[in-house]
């Protein structure tokens, strides 16, 4: 049979079907069952089906339609984050969002108790409509690599202090010539991330990216991690690090095992990559801009943008379970919350979040993006 010939005969059963007593019903059911070649369950679905079906969805109705608006509004102004992370977030974020958008309490109170999940399902249209690799550029240092000693893992990290980095190539489809890089580093406890724009990645440039984020920091670097970069892996960095009063940690990554600074990797998306894309940055007059918009852009993640941090990781045979911790929370946060941080930078770090507005540093970040890469066309 074909299928028009199974959906007419099912038609002219259903009707049978709705007037016929409990033991006459099982009989058609085998008998339909047995023509059309269905799974018993799928045929009485069929039979019970309306002839004429009702307008509109069957269930409950729908509960948090109405806030679908201020949810897609909130969703592209923090960036697209992730269900989990877009419900930590709308508690820091929707105080500002009020000052400029007026919500009934009832939307309100329906924002702030939606669960990821039910993000997730509503927002699935929002995501289709708005829609969602770069060149590798480490080249090893050999002359400090027995020098400078490997470290896997962090996971035994638990005070601020300890950073990974890493750059970032804009060099386009090609790594040749000079052009723009980026050198950002991350703390492994608060995931607070920093990045500076230079100009190729000589040594001079990098130092100085890494002085200017260190001044920029709220605690003292205390270990610093980074791949086999040669940028990285040189004798002026590693003196640069040595010679002070308390010096830090210098270690690095296992060749070709990005895993092993994997908090600085992560970054290259969500921090660079999602904010300049791919390409090609030869114009050395874009710094100033590119860095002020990176201050900005750092600003509002440190202090607004929620992340979730890897609590354990076991393996049993070949599969690995991991463990995030239950509430996201904001890089600023985790350092108010540490017992490791001066009460004077936890008192600064409230007034910031406290007074400083996400959305008009938002608005700052897409009229900078706008500027540089109005000129890269």
């Not at 990290?157 to 052009?179: C, I, K, M, W």
């Amino acid at each position: 049979m074909t299928q028009q010939s199974k959906a007419e005969y099912i038609e002219k059963m259903r009707c049978r079907y709705a007037t016929a007593g409990l033991r006459y019903k099982r009989k058609l059911i085998d008998e339909c069952c047995e023509i059309c070649g269905y799974h018993r369950k799928h045929v009485i679905r069929l039979l019970n089906r309306s002839a004429t079906p009702t307008q509109g969805r069957s269930g409950p109705k729908p509960k948090y339609g109405v806030v679908l608006g201020a949810l897609e509004d909130l969703w592209l102004i923090m960036d697209r984050p992730c269900s989990k992370l877009f419900k930590a977030n709308i508690g820091l974020w929707l105080p500002f969002y009020e000052q400029e958008h007026r919500l009934p309490i009832a939307i309100r109170k329906k924002l702030l108790e939606i669960s990821p999940a039910t993000i997730d399902r509503i927002m699935r249209p929002v995501r289709r409509k708005h829609g969602s690799h770069g060149l590798g550029a480490t080249r090893p240092n050999l002359a400090l690599k027995f020098q400078i000693p490997i470290r896997t893992h962090h996971g035994d990290v638990n005070r601020p202090g300890y950073l990974q980095a890493d750059t970032v190539a804009h060099g386009g489809d090609s790594t040749e010539g000079n052009f723009v890089w980026t050198v950002t580093m991350t703390d492994v406890e608060s995931q607070w991330t920093e990045n500076r724009a230079v100009w190729n990645k000589g040594y001079h440039g990098v130092a100085k990216a890494i002085e200017s984020i260190e001044a920029e920091l709220p605690f003292a670097i205390r270990g610093f991690h980074s791949d086999n970069g040669g940028e990285f892996l040189n004798y002026h960095l590693w003196r640069y690090f040595r010679d002070r009063d308390q010096p830090v940690d210098f270690t690095r990554t296992r060749p070709d095992h990005k895993d092993d600074n994997a908090y600085a990797e992560q970054r290259n998306w969500t921090h660079v990559r999602q904010l300049l894309g791919y390409q090609r940055i030869e114009d050395p007059r874009l710094l100033p801009t590119i860095n002020m918009l990176y201050e900005v852009w750092d600003l509002m993640h440190n202090l607004f943008c929620c992340t979730q941090k890897l609590e354990s990781k076991t393996k049993q045979g070949s599969r690995y379970t991991r463990r995030y911790e239950k509430t996201p929370k904001s890089p600023a946060q985790r350092l108010i919350e540490s017992e490791h941080i001066y009460e004077a930078i936890k008192t600064h770090l409230t007034e910031k979040v406290t007074c400083i507005n996400p959305i008009k540093l938002k608005k700052s970040v897409d009229h900078l993006r706008r500027q540089v890469l109005s000129q890269l066309r």
